[in-house]
């Protein structure tokens, strides 16, 4: 699994426990697997089509740092499926994890559109072309 983005949970991202909100959490991840499916796909427009269950183990305080991490399962025609975890750096316990993500491709005109890409595909991460 590739994690390489940390959050740092600051008050504005908990909930009335003082613990982080799970809808700050799953914002994050979104995030994440929006630009890691861009990267990954090179095409800049991608939206999340599905997430199967979401299993919150533990949680995160103000001050913790969390690390999300991703991991590709396969690619579809038009799609790529993604597994994600999240960790307490602080405590070292998961935090959340989902088995699988759809992340879908578009074109220009909002339909989907193949990518051409396979796990035997090279997984380099690489900055759009200009």
């Known amino acids: 699994m590739i994690f390489q983005t940390r959050k740092w949970v ?4 908990l909930n009335p426990n003082g613990t982080l909100f799970g809808g700050k959490l799953l914002a994050w991840i979104d995030e994440e697997l929006a630009l890691f499916s861009i990267l990954v796909l090179d095409n800049p427009r991608i939206v999340t089509k599905h997430m199967t269950e979401i299993n919150f183990r533990s949680s995160a305080r103000q001050g913790d740092i969390v690390e999300i991490g991703i991991d590709i399962v396969r690619f579809g025609n038009t799609s790529i499926q993604l597994k994600s975890e999240v960790r307490n750096i ?11 993500i759809t992340m879908v491709s578009l074109d220009e005109s909002g339909k989907p559109r193949a990518h051409g890409k396979s796990l035997s595909t090279p997984n380099d991460i690489k900055p759009l072309k200009p």
């Open 10 to 13: 600051k008050p504005e991202d």
């Open 90 to 100: 602080m405590t070292r316990e998961t935090i959340i994890t989902i088995d699988s």
